[in-house]
């Protein structure tokens, strides 16, 4: 049945800016037997198609209060002949739970359209399932982007009371700051990018330019200091990256980030599960040998410094030498909205008492990695968005375990939508699955 009064409420972020959040507010209506229902949306969509969705109503026959919270999943429209449709794109809740009364409420699958001038996706109608299978089309009246100014005291307090965590953060800030000698604290960042490249220098430049900032905001959000060293272009090259790990000297408290962008590869029957960075200046030289290192013997290095956190990343192939990174399409978008971090998200995170270094690649032995001039590599991208994701006000499970996991589960379907080239074979859809090793000390 259809509900006379709907409120979504949605998860509300404080603190730092994202800009790879979109937060719809939605009005809408379906025209029935009975008469006109009027409902009211808010919809949130993360970079990489993921959202949560929270559901507020009131049902007329049981004159209940309801609260329902949902994720939401993502997927292209199909054409009459069952292909797939590009040009829209459908938002369906899963994972429903209910928070408070007695009915749960079946969602509706939000329609977004491509919008050919803007290249964005925007709302364009709601269409409802009943419980008999049959649809109702909800006919959009208004859809508003919502920003950071639009949280207002007023609004959150139609939803939300005093006491409650997501006003204490918009309106009190009473999450504690980093202490005194948590500010001390160092965020060394080393991003060695293959920029020059004629394949994938575009791409490259798209992961150091992202990855930099990341890290540097995060920095600036935990008010702590940031210490970054850059090899790309034509400093790219084996001794600078010899270079770059002999200079780190970290505290037991400090960070410590290595991250590389360009082409990898492995041998069958090497030992090395992990890839090796081709760190060759010019063409002419001979792959491997005195111009490669692997990436475990870097975590290896840099996890015997002792800092508090370090994180070794690799977006490259882990394949035969000599294969190229596979291009992927461009990432389905939709309007950005400005909302912002959790402290304590972040702290959990990045702040950690306990010591942990995580080594992750982009692909596992034998296979390419896949990215495009837009969004970067496909595991870059997918990372620093599960990274934003954990630090986000209400994240569920904040750790570095779920981040890992959710940045795989990402990478993989991503890189089922890409194309591959294998050498004398047509395209294939690539096969992409991001291996880690996750070390408490």
């Not at 490259?316 to 400005?338: D, H, K, M, Y």
């Amino acid at each position: 049945m259809k509900l006379k009064i709907l409120l979504l409420l949605f998860v509300i972020f404080c603190g730092f800016h994202s800009y790879s959040q979109t937060l719809y507010e939605l009005t809408y209506h379906f025209q029935l037997k009975n008469g006109r229902e009027n409902y009211k949306a808010l919809l949130l969509r993360n970079e990489d198609g993921t959202g949560t969705i929270r559901l507020e109503y009131y049902d007329l026959d049981t004159k209940c209060r309801n609260l329902v919270e949902m994720n939401i999943v993502e997927s292209y429209g199909e054409n009459e002949d069952g292909s797939e449709d590009t040009t829209t794109l459908i938002y369906v809740g899963l994972d429903q739970k209910l928070i408070l009364g007695k009915v749960m409420y079946k969602p509706d699958h939000f329609v977004f359209k491509l919008n050919l001038q803007t290249n964005y996706y925007e709302p364009d109608f709601v269409l409802s399932i009943n419980d008999n299978d049959t649809e109702d089309i909800g006919i959009l009246d208004d859809a508003v982007l919502l920003q950071q100014e639009d949280l207002t005291k007023e609004r959150i307090l139609q939803y939300f009371t005093q006491s409650d965590e997501v006003y204490q953060c918009l309106f009190v800030n009473t999450t504690r700051g980093l202490s005194p000698e948590e500010q001390k604290t160092n965020l060394f960042l080393v991003v060695v990018a293959n920029t020059n490249d004629k394949s994938i220098g575009k791409t490259c430049v798209v992961d150091k330019d992202a990855t930099l900032k990341t890290f540097s905001e995060i920095a600036e959000f935990l008010k702590i200091a940031f210490k970054p060293i850059v090899i790309a272009g034509d400093d790219f090259s084996k001794a600078n990256v010899d270079k770059a790990l002999n200079s780190l000297r970290p505290g037991n408290k400090d960070i410590v980030v290595f991250y590389y962008s360009g082409h990898g590869f492995n041998q069958p029957g090497d030992g090395y599960g992990y890839p090796f960075m081709d760190l060759r200046e010019k063409s002419y030289q001979t792959i491997g040998g005195e111009f490669t290192i692997n990436i475990e013997n870097v975590y290896k290095i840099i996890k015997a410094k002792g800092a508090r956190l370090n994180l070794v990343l690799s977006d490259c192939c882990n394949n035969l030498p000599g294969q190229t990174s596979a291009i992927s399409p461009p990432l389905a978008s939709t309007r950005s909205s400005s909302i912002g971090w959790d402290l304590q998200n972040c702290k959990l995170l990045f702040m950690r008492e306990q010591p942990m270094s995580l080594l992750m690649t982009a692909a596992q032995k034998g296979e390419l990695s896949a990215g495009n001039t837009e969004i970067g590599g496909i595991f870059t991208s997918n990372f620093r968005e599960s990274i934003e994701k954990k630090i986000r006000l209400f994240a569920s499970d904040v750790s570095w375990d779920n981040l890992v996991v959710s940045t795989q589960s990402q990478t993989v379907a991503r890189a089922n939508r890409s194309n591959c080239a294998e050498e004398g074979q047509p395209q294939i859809k690539c096969v992409q699955h991001p291996v880690y090793k996750l070390e408490a000390k």
